[in-house]
């Protein structure tokens, strides 16, 4: 049951901010727990993390159960940065397992993990009118992927290419961050993924669809290039960014 009293028509949803490993998960792993952490959408439950609005937000590695792929993207192919809801390599060519995962195990976890998640966007649909879907990335392209070393904008707005959101929401959003000295892309280097593809469309479909975007901010904005460590002003900053955007997007389009 979803609790919606005082809460502003607006679905935030927090894909790859965790780093925690499920039960029986761990022994399997050649990764370390600080190694899977470097693979987070570093202090994103803090940046987006905001009151008032719906929220759904996964605390399992990316690595393990992305929730932000397909269910069924069973990718045996991350060496060439085919990212899967299950992976073997991450993006900068480490192994993920000390042995390839079985299918039995695979198809637990995305049950018990990527179906949950999307179970609880599905219950929050009827109550929001805009879904923003909240990331964060390297300053750089990393190894495997396309533009690899290519320094990336301070903003990244996706909208697969304007299926999940209106022309009018994507400028409104640039502006925002433009007129306060940030430089932004759209669809660059990221459109989004299954989350705005499964629950996105440019105009609301009852009780199923809401326009979204995915928002990417860039990491060397608020992190310790040397430790990953956060600058708290910085964090705060971002923050306080975000709850300035929702309030202003809720004037503009949702009231």
């Known amino acids: 049951m979803v609790e919606t009293a005082e809460r502003r028509p607006i679905l935030v949803s927090i894909p790859h901010a965790g780093a925690e490993v499920p039960p029986g998960i761990a022994e399997k792993l050649a990764l370390k727990p600080e190694e899977l952490r470097r693979y987070t959408d570093l202090y994103t439950e803090q940046i987006y993390g905001i009151d008032d609005v719906y929220r759904v937000e996964s605390r399992v590695s990316r690595v393990i159960v992305d929730v932000n792929r397909a269910p069924d993207d069973i990718s045996h192919e991350y060496e060439r ?98 007129t306060r000295g940030y430089s932004v892309r759209i669809n660059f280097p990221y459109t989004g993924k299954y989350i705005l593809g499964h629950h996105c469309h440019r105009r609301r479909i009852p009780p199923f669809l809401v326009p979204g975007l995915q928002l990417e901010i860039n990491q060397g904005l608020y992190v310790k290039p040397e430790t990953d460590e956060p600058i708290p002003e910085r964090i705060t900053e971002f923050r306080t960014l975000f709850e300035m955007l929702v309030d202003a997007f809720m004037m503009q389009f949702l009231i």
């Open 81 to 178: 940065a085919a990212e899967g809801v299950t992976v073997l390599t991450t993006w900068d060519g480490k192994s993920v397992y000390k042995k390839e995962l079985d299918e039995k195990t695979a198809a637990f976890l995305i049950s018990e993990y990527h179906d949950a998640f999307h179970q609880r966007i599905e219950e929050c649909m009827p109550y929001v009118k805009f879904l923003i879907d909240g990331h964060s990335y390297l300053p750089f392209g990393p190894k495997l992927k396309p533009y690899s070393g290519e320094m990336r904008p301070d903003i990244n707005i996706g909208n697969m290419n304007y299926s999940t959101c209106t022309r009018e929401h994507t400028v409104f959003v640039r502006e925002f961050f433009e």
